[in-house]
C-alpha cells in the first residue's frame, strides 16, 4: 500500500472542498490517504474583521509564524505529501509558512515527493516562489503544482472575495458582483488533477508530472497578473517592514488598507495601461520565458 499525506488548510472551507475532489481523484485499491488539517493555536477567525483581515500583512509577508497545534502523522513517511494551501498578501497564509516550519512535518518531507494543491483569487506566484524555497530548504522534492483560482475579472473579484471573507457569506455583493471564489466547476476540476497524480504514484516516475498537468489546465499563468503581482510583491514588502517597526500599528495598517485601496482601484490600471501600450508589445520574448519559469517548478 502506498501512503499519501494530505496537510492543508481552510478557513472558508473553500480548500477543504478542493482537498476533498482531489483525493477522490487519487482514491484507489492501493493507496492510502490520510488528511491533516493545519490549526493555528490562536485561530484565524472567519469571517474577518477588517482590522484583523490587515493586520494579517506583515506576518503573512515577512514569513513569521505562528504557534499550531501538534501535528501527529500515523506515519513518519510517505510516497507522496500534498500541501494545500492558499496565498494572503502574494505570500503563503501564515499557517501555511508556519507548517512549513514545523520540525515534525520538515522531517517527512525531506526526500519526498511534494505536490502543492493552490486555491487562491488570482495571485500565487509570490507565495509559490515562497513554498519553492521553503519546501528546498527542507530537502523535499517538488514534483507537481496545481492552481484553481476565481477566474472572474481582477477588480471585481477583489471585491467580492473582500466582501465574502468580511461577511462570510459567499453571496453576489449587491447582486452585481460575480459569485465570490473559485468556481464549482473548478473545484471539481481538482479530482483530475488527482488521477493524472495518482498515474505518476502508481509507476513512480515524477519527471513528467508539471508537463502533463499543464498541458491538462492545472495552471496557467496571465501575463497581466504576473506583472502586477511581481511589482506589488515588492511594495508590500516594504509595507510589512515599515509596520514592523511602528509602535502604534493600528494606524499605519489604516494608511496600508487606503493605499491598498488606492494601488489597486486608481494606480493599477493607470501603470496597466501604460504597461499594455510600451512594454508589453516588446518584451514578448521575457513574458513566455517568465511564463514558462512560473509554470514550472525549479
Ligand atoms: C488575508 C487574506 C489575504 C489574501 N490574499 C490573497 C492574495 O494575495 N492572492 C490571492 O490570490 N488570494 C488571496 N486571498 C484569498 C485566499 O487565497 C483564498 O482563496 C481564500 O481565503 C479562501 O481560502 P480558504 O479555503 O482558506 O477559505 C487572501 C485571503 C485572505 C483571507
Known amino acids: 500500500m502506498q501512503k499519501i499525506l494530505i496537510v492543508y488548510y481552510s478557513q472558508s472551507g473553500q480548500l477543504e472542498e478542493i482537498v476533498a475532489q482531489f483525493a477522490a481523484g487519487l482514491e484507489n485499491t492501493t493507496v492510502v490517504i490520510e488528511k491533516i488539517k493545519i490549526e493555528p493555536i490562536e485561530p484565524y477567525h472567519f469571517p474577518w474583521t477588517s482590522e484583523r483581515f490587515f493586520a494579517a500583512m506583515p506576518h503573512s509577508v515577512l514569513g513569521i509564524p505562528t504557534t499550531l497545534k501538534a501535528i501527529k502523522p500515523a506515519h513518519s513517511q510517505y510516497d507522496l505529501v500534498v500541501l494545500g494551501y492558499q496565498p494572503w498578501y502574494l505570500s503563503p497564509s501564515i499557517p501555511t509558512t508556519s507548517i512549513l516550519m514545523n520540525d515534525n512535518l520538515k522531517k517527512i518531507i525531506a526526500n519526498t515527493p511534494v505536490v502543492t494543491l493552490i486555491g487562491a483569487r488570482n495571485m500565487w506566484i509570490n507565495g509559490q516562489e515562497t513554498v519553492k524555497k521553503l519546501l528546498s530548504q527542507s530537502q523535499a522534492r517538488l514534483v507537481g503544482n496545481i492552481v484553481l483560482i476565481d477566474r472572474h475579472n481582477n477588480y471585481a473579484s477583489a471585491i467580492s472575495i473582500l466582501q465574502w471573507m468580511l461577511s462570510g457569506k459567499k453571496e453576489r455583493y449587491k447582486g452585481i458582483f460575480p459569485l465570490p471564489g473559485i468556481s464549482e466547476k473548478d473545484i471539481c476540476s481538482a479530482k483530475t488533477f488527482g488521477k493524472i497524480v495518482a498515474q505518476h504514484l502508481e509507476t513512480g516516475t515524477w519527471e513528467n508530472l508539471q ?60 501603470v496597466l495601461l501604460l504597461y499594455r501600450i510600451f512594454l508589453k508589445p516588446f518584451t514578448h520574448k521575457s513574458i513566455l520565458r517568465k511564463k514558462k519559469y512560473y509554470l514550472g517548478l525549479t
Not at 213 to 218: F, Y
Not at 228 to 256: H, N, P, S
Request: aromatic share 16%.
Open 211 to 270: 508537463q502533463q498537468l499543464v498541458t491538462s489546465g492545472a495552471v496557467e499563468v496571465n501575463s497581466t497578473l504576473m506583472f502586477v503581482e511581481q511589482r506589488a510583491g515588492k511594495l508590500f514588502y516594504l509595507w510589512a517592514k515599515l509596520i514592523e517597526t511602528k509602535t502604534d500599528k493600528t494606524m499605519w495598517l489604516k494608511i496600508f488598507k487606503y493605499y491598498l485601496i488606492v494601488a489597486l482601484f486608481i494606480i493599477a490600471p493607470v
